[in-house]
Structure formats: C-alpha cells, structure tokens
C-alpha cells in the first residue's frame, strides 16, 4: 500500500518515468556520439509526459505491475518525442522553438534531427521487445502491447494524421474533418497509451472500453485546448512559436467555432472522460483530476 501512495500523483510518475528514459538510452560514444546526444536532447527536454504517465496510471488502475509496464510507457514518449522532433522539421511546420529551446534541427541540424526521430522510433520497439521487458510482461503481452503502438503510430494513425494536416494548409477544412485529423494526429497516441496500460494489466474488456472512451475525449479535449492556447498565450509561457497555424494557413477549432465555444467543448469533453471512468472499481481520482489539469492548463 505505501509503495502505491508513493506513485499516485503525477509527479510521482514522472520522476519514475524520466529515470527510465536515462537507463534506456544508449550512451553517447563513437561515430553514433552526435546522434545519440540529439536524440537525448529531445527526450530528455522535460515535458508534461502526459502519454507515459497515462500507461501506468491505467495499468495500476487495472490491477497491473507499474514496473513491469514502465518500459512500454517510455516506449509510447519515444514515438511521441519522435514525432515532434520531425513535426518541427522545415518540410513540416518548420517551428525553430520546442519547450523552450531551439528545435532539434536547429540546435542540431536537420538531417540530424531526422535521423534521431527515426532512431526513436526504433528505439521503442527494441525496448518493448527486448528480453528484459518480455521477462517482465510475457512474450505475448509484450507482442500485442507493441502491435497497439505500431497501429496507432503508423500509417493510419498519427502518421495519417500528419499527412492530413499537411494536405490541409490552404484549404477549407470542416469540422468533422478536422476532427478526424487531431483523433489520428493527437489522439491516436493517447489511446494507445491508454490501451498498452490495460494490456500490460491483462485488463477485461469493459476495462479496456471505458480507457477508450477516456483517451478519445481526452485526446480532442487536449486538441482544443493547445488550438485555443496558440490564441491566448505568448511564446515565452508555451515554450515554442504561436500562431504557426495561422501563418500556414491552416483551420483550428479557434477558427472554426471561436473561442467560447471551444471552452465549453474541452469542459464537456473532459467531462465525458471523467464519467468513462465509472466503470472502474479501483480508485480514479488521480485520471479524474489528470483530465480536468489536462483541460484547464495554461502552457
């Protein structure tokens, strides 16, 4: 019981989860130094490290072993450092600011920075498939657990959903498609953060739905909140550039419904995430006060 307490906050989980992201990555040596040293400096930038927390808080929340689902936690934050590392790249949005500091591409440069998003990428699989974190969970949960992110991730996940947003630019975009785009581009990853939790915990099915549903209005609701933030907050509070969408021509919830509007939509949405929970027997409270923290940040 102690050592549950001792993780039932998020910066409890946090600090779990940075300390594994240090014993993951390889060390900087060799003709492999400056990509390895890129790749830290995007992984190890901080951040709110919402999708990893997420993994735990699920698995524990099912019943499951946080140790053992902690490498597939750092796993998920691999893809998603991963992602914005080529989200900011010139061919993309082409922001030279990430939490603060300049983009990997700038600070490094760009094929660099290329190059250690796809050593990333890669990194999170050989962490989830290692023999260590099969020991851990099994060969089968290890396999699925992987399988859950490499969808998501993929093709017709956040990979979709970045294509969409760069086909977007310049066009009328309604809302429905909008939405498709930030559940692929946004979404995506928080539901298979979600869904590697429950996996780990060898949650039921009921379990396994209501994390779902948690992710979906979660992930819009976080969506919603960044579009009305890049209307409402400076550079220097959100620790990147603001207006960029504006300035590629691109729609935004802001644009779409005002500012009013998207407010209520994130609270409702939220609201829906915190009702998902219900079905659970265990104790909510930390995801239920995550989600309202999600929804009324400032950065």
Request: glycine share 8%; aromatic share 6%.
């Amino acid at each position: 019981m102690e050592k549950a307490k001792q993780i039932d906050d998020a910066q409890g989980y946090v600090e779990k989860i940075e300390a594994a992201l240090r014993e993951y990555l390889p060390a900087a040596a060799g003709r492999e130094e400056k990509l390895m040293r890129a790749m830290e400096y995007s992984l190890l930038a901080g951040g709110k490290r919402v999708r990893p927390v997420l993994t735990l808080a699920f698995c524990r929340l099912c019943g499951g072993d946080v140790e053992a689902a902690l490498p597939f936690a750092c796993a998920v934050e691999m893809i998603h450092t991963y992602s914005l590392i080529h989200d900011d790249l010139p061919c993309m949005d082409d922001d030279d600011m990430r939490r603060g500091r300049p983009s990997n591409h700038v600070a490094f440069d760009e094929a660099t920075a290329l190059l250690a998003g796809d050593a990333l990428l890669t990194l999170a699989f050989e962490r989830m498939l290692c023999a260590q974190s099969i020991a851990l969970v099994g060969a089968e949960r290890a396999a699925r657990a992987a399988g859950i992110l490499a969808t998501q991730a993929g093709w017709s996940g956040m990979v979709a959903g970045q294509v969409i947003d760069l086909m977007s630019e310049g066009r009328q975009v309604t809302l429905e498609q909008l939405k498709e785009m930030d559940e692929k581009k946004t979404g995506a990853l928080i539901w298979a953060a979600v869904q590697i939790g429950c996996e780990i915990a060898g949650a039921p099915t009921q379990y396994r739905e209501a994390a779902g549903l948690y992710a979906r209005n979660v992930g819009l609701a976080f969506q919603i909140v960044d579009d009305i933030l890049d209307q409402t907050a400076d550079a220097a509070q959100l620790g990147k550039p603001i207006g960029s969408d504006a300035a590629n021509d691109k729609a935004t919830y802001v644009s779409l419904l005002g500012l009013e509007r998207c407010q209520e939509l994130a609270q409702q949405l939220t609201a829906g995430a915190v009702k998902a929970l219900d079905v659970f027997d265990g104790d909510t409270s930390f995801l239920r006060s995550l989600a309202q923290s999600l929804a009324q940040r400032k950065k």
